[in-house]
């Protein structure tokens, strides 16, 4: 099975194309570098409203300050990128969807001096049902702390999500799976909790929510 390999459209640079096509280049420069910026959100059947993006908005608001922060140029408004979204999942025929916006700089140069640089832009949405096993949510999961550190914000502009940040999350989450834990829980440079591998942790003090 790849994820490749099958039918439905996905959204790139303004245009739905057939999921097979949707392809970019060896020479696109984000596969080299790792310099670009994505999403995670989720559509869900309601009983009133049907299929519904949770936070659409806000999300690409968020792929749009994660662009800034790493300085890339974003073609398209934050309006286009909304309908994008709405678009593969209706297209698609989902009631329920994991959706992947992701901008990445093209192969207009090689090179970390290459200038002229364009950012390019996809949206793909798939059944996607659980991250973890379901069953987890009821049981609980076996954490350990990483000995890997949380990037800090002069490394890596830790505010952006970027495609790059996720090697520190890959090797974290296997290094906890190889040592009989589910997920890593990751801290930063000073030893304060900042996040799982690819999760934000809460925790409920005195009826108020707190997060790092
Ligand atoms: C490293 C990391 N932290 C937190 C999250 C949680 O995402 P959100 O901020 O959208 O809830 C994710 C999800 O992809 C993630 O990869």
Not at 47 to 74: K, V, Y
Not at 95 to 108: D, N, Q, V
Not at 184 to 211: C, H, K, P, Q, W
Request: hydrophobic content about 35%; overall charge negative.
């Amino acid at each position: 099975m790849s994820l490749a390999d099958r039918d439905g459209l996905i959204w790139m640079d303004g245009e739905m194309v057939p999921w097979r096509e949707a392809k970019v280049h060896v020479l696109t420069h984000t596969f080299h570098y790792g310099l670009g910026v994505f999403e995670g959100v989720r559509a869900y059947n309601t009983p009133d409203r049907g299929t519904c993006i949770f936070r659409l908005e806000e999300h690409t608001d968020r792929l749009f300050r994660s662009a800034h922060i790493l300085g890339m140029t974003m073609p398209y408004d934050k309006d286009t990128l909304n309908q994008a979204q709405k678009d593969v999942v209706r297209e698609n025929g989902l009631e329920e969807a994991y959706l992947r916006p992701m901008s990445f700089l093209g192969s207009e140069g090689m090179g970390l001096r290459a200038d002229g640089l364009k950012t390019h832009t996809m949206v793909a949405a798939w059944e996607w049902p659980s991250y973890m096993d379901p069953d987890a949510r009821d049981r609980g999961i076996k954490v350990r702390t990483s000995s890997f550190t949380r990037h800090h914000v002069n490394i890596s502009m830790c505010k952006a999500k970027a495609n790059g940040n996720y090697i520190n999350s890959m090797l974290a989450l296997r290094e906890a799976l190889d040592s009989g834990a589910e997920e890593a829980l990751m801290l930063d440079n000073e030893g304060y909790v900042a996040e799982g591998s690819g999760e934000n942790v809460f925790i409920v003090r005195d009826n108020r929510i707190y997060t790092p």
